[in-house]
Each structure stands twice: as structure tokens, then as C-alpha cells.
């Protein structure tokens, strides 16, 4: 099972949006609406942000939203804050139980 | 508070073997399907392996298969993960973490425990 593919890095200004893909294949993210993603701050274990495509768990501010067309789905956190440059990972469930992870990609603030 | 802290990470010999542990709180363990992700250094998160509620089924990554077991203990709300003829590739953070009620993505995660294959 092949990683998804993120862009390595994103940047934008505060107060601006930034939008990440996450591209698979019809075995993975075009075949199943379970697709989450996670941020991560240096030398914190991950944190789930989105899950099924674009529902947000509790205490996820709504400036965070996911979508997917086809095989790619994405992310786009809007207002950004100081507090979002982190690294930033898909997830999905793909064909025989597997699961595949992204490349992850790092967001910066400007 | 829902809880998972894992133990067992050391330094291990190429070929070696080693058990991680994950002891779970603060929900009902044997609801949940549970898994192991890793994080080489510098590296990006990788799904290892999944187990369902009652251990009657687990699947792994292909780099894992065959070397690696993941098991559950619902009575003592633990979960393990058995690893076997270990290489430095295997060198990483262990994460263990829950699946959300409804499955297919993982909602809660521990702090780590750290594998490292070295001779």
C-alpha cells in the first residue's frame, strides 16, 4: 500500500487559508468516506482534526473543514492562527483492511 | 479521562525481538478497535497494525507482516504488539491509539514508546 500524497510544505499569512490535498487511489480515498487527518506540533503525538471526510470532532475549532473529490480529498483551515503551523497528515481506509497514512505536510504561518 | 500510555520501547540488536505494551483508561476498552502507528525518526506517521474489539481479527501493513502480532488482554484493557526479527528500519515511535467508536479513524493516541535497532 502506497502513501498518499501531500505536498511537503504550505504556507500562508495569518488571518488567511491554506488548503492541503491528500491524493490516493480508487482503493483508498475514491473508494471509502473515511478519510481523517491529523495535526501534529514537534515532539507531540498527533491529533485528530477531521474524520469521515468532514465532520469535526469536539473542540476542533470550525476553522478547520475537509472535502473530497474523487481521489483526493483535502483540508482547509481558514483564519489562520499562530497555533496551527504544525505538520498535517491524511489518513484512509483502503481495500482488505489496510489503512495508508500521507507524506504529511508542514504548514507554516508567514 | 481517556487514557493510553505504552511501555516497552528499549534498544535491540538487529534480528532481536521485543513486546510493547499499551495500557489503556477512561473507556470501555473492549469496545474499540484498537491500533499501532509509527514514526520513524524525522520521518511521517505508518500504520502498523489493527485488532477488533474481541482479537478475532487483525490485520498488518505489508512491511510488518509476518514479523509482527498484535494481541489484546480486554480483561486487563491492554493491548500488545509482539515484534520479531526486528531491523533498523523498524526503528521509530510506537504509537498506540483508539478507533473511534464507529471505526476508521483513530481518535485518541498515547505519548509513544521509542524502538530503537542498533547493534
Known amino acids: 500500500q502506497s502513501a498518499l500524497t501531500q505536498p511537503p510544505s504550505a504556507s500562508a499569512s495569518p488571518g488567511q487559508s491554506v488548503t492541503i490535498s491528500c491524493t490516493g487511489a480508487?482503493?483508498?480515498?475514491?473508494?471509502?468516506?473515511?478519510v481523517s487527518w491529523y495535526q501534529q506540533h514537534p515532539g507531540k503525538a498527533p491529533k485528530l482534526m477531521i474524520y469521515?471526510?468532514?465532520k469535526r470532532p469536539s473542540g476542533v475549532p470550525d476553522r478547520f473543514s475537509g472535502s473530497k473529490s474523487g481521489n483526493t480529498a483535502s483540508l482547509t483551515v481558514s483564519g489562520l492562527q499562530p497555533e496551527d503551523e504544525a505538520d498535517y497528515y491524511c489518513?484512509?481506509?483502503?481495500?482488505?483492511?489496510?489503512?495508508?497514512f500521507g507524506t504529511g505536510t508542514k504548514v507554516t504561518i508567514l | 479521562e481517556v487514557q493510553l500510555v505504552e511501555s516497552g520501547g528499549v534498544v535491540v540488536q538487529p534480528g532481536g525481538s521485543l513486546r510493547l505494551s499499551c495500557a489503556a483508561s477512561?473507556?470501555?476498552?473492549?469496545?474499540?478497535?484498537m491500533h499501532w502507528v509509527r514514526q520513524g525518526p524525522g520521518k511521517g506517521l505508518e500504520w502498523v497494525s489493527l485488532?477488533?474489539?474481541?482479537?478475532?481479527?487483525?490485520y498488518y501493513a505489508d512491511s510488518v507482516k509476518g514479523r509482527f502480532t498484535i494481541s489484546r488482554d480486554n480483561n486487563k484493557k491492554s493491548l500488545y504488539l509482539q515484534m520479531n526479527s526486528l531491523g533498523t528500519d523498524d526503528t521509530a515511535l510506537y504509537y498506540c491509539?483508539?478507533?473511534?467508536?464507529?471505526?476508521?479513524?483513530?481518535?485518541?493516541w498515547g505519548q509513544g514508546t521509542t524502538v530503537i535497532v542498533s547493534s
Open positions: 485488532i477488533n474489539w474481541d482479537g478475532s481479527s487483525t
Open positions: 491509539t483508539k478507533d473511534g467508536l464507529l471505526g476508521f479513524h483513530l481518535d485518541v
Open positions: 469521515e471526510v468532514n
Open positions: 489518513f484512509s481506509f483502503a481495500d482488505n483492511h489496510n489503512y495508508v
Open positions: 477512561g473507556f470501555d476498552f473492549d469496545d474499540h478497535t
Open positions: 480508487s482503493s483508498d480515498v475514491g473508494a471509502y468516506n473515511y
